[in-house]
């Protein structure tokens, strides 16, 4: 079995401050781990993937997102929040033939 | 390149009135179809799942049913909506071979009144 946990639904940052999205993963296999994106009213975009190989990856946008085996987490970053990225993200997981599990959701509110 | 279609996108019903969502998938062959709903506060809730024609797999008992006639074809219904079936419904796809990346339709807000 499979699953993720977002830690807060709602983050706030101020324009220009690091941004810093949370989240574990519980998986029986190795883990493949993504980040979507969510803006209002719309479906949801891949942000960055983790399949195998390098542990931190880069995605779209200035993210990126370290997989620690060690602590279950694949936590997203961002160096200096943009007003642009105010939207709801999600974490999720998958393995192989495994469906996709997803996360509760953050959403992200960037403060002028 | 791919492109997944899903009407309407918005949807206004009575309760108890039936439903019925479609999703269509171009340029691409043999997808996994997904169907998700998001609840306010909830996140994505996967319904069903399909691997290949008239294969679908239920996660949620409930009131909806979904059906795949053809390969790239995934279409979600209802006999008689309920008030909580209110939400926003994906639909979404991925290679089978992989089971990778997820692309998403661009969804459709169903209000049951």
């Known amino acids: 079995a499979q699953s993720v946990t977002q830690l807060g639904s709602h983050v706030s940052v101020s324009e220009g401050a690091l941004v810093l999205l949370r989240c574990n993963y519980s998986?029986?296999?190795?883990?493949?781990l993504f980040w979507y994106v969510q803006y209002p009213n719309q479906g949801l975009q891949l942000l960055l993937k983790?399949?195998?190989?390098?542990?931190l990856v880069k995605g779209i946008n200035g993210f990126e997102a370290e997989f620690k085996k060690s602590e279950t987490s694949f936590h997203l970053t961002k160096p200096s929040a943009h007003m642009s990225d105010a939207a709801e993200y999600f974490c999720?997981?998958?393995?192989?033939?495994?469906?996709?599990?997803f996360g509760t959701g953050t959403k992200l509110q960037v403060i002028p | 390149s791919q492109t997944i279609h899903q009407w309407p996108a918005t949807l206004v019903q009575p309760v108890g009135s039936p439903l019925s969502l479609e999703c269509t998938v171009e340029?691409?062959?043999?997808?996994?179809l997904y169907w998700y709903r998001q609840a306010a506060g909830r996140g994505l809730q996967l319904l069903f799942y399909?691997?290949?024609?008239?294969?679908i797999s239920s996660e949620v008992p409930q009131n909806l049913s979904a059906s795949r006639p053809q390969d790239r074809q995934f279409i979600l219904s209802s006999k008689k909506l309920l008030l909580s079936d209110s939400g926003f419904y994906l639909c979404?796809?991925?290679?089978?071979?992989?089971?990778?990346?997820?692309?998403f339709g661009s969804g459709t807000q169903l209000s049951v009144l």
């Open positions: 979404a796809w991925n290679w089978a071979a992989t089971n990778e990346k997820l692309f």
């Open positions: 998986s029986s296999v190795p883990p493949y």
């Open positions: 983790y399949t195998t190989g390098a542990t």
């Open positions: 999720a997981v998958s393995r192989g033939y495994q469906k996709v599990t």
């Open positions: 340029g691409t062959s043999n997808p996994n």
């Open positions: 399909s691997v290949g024609i008239g294969q």
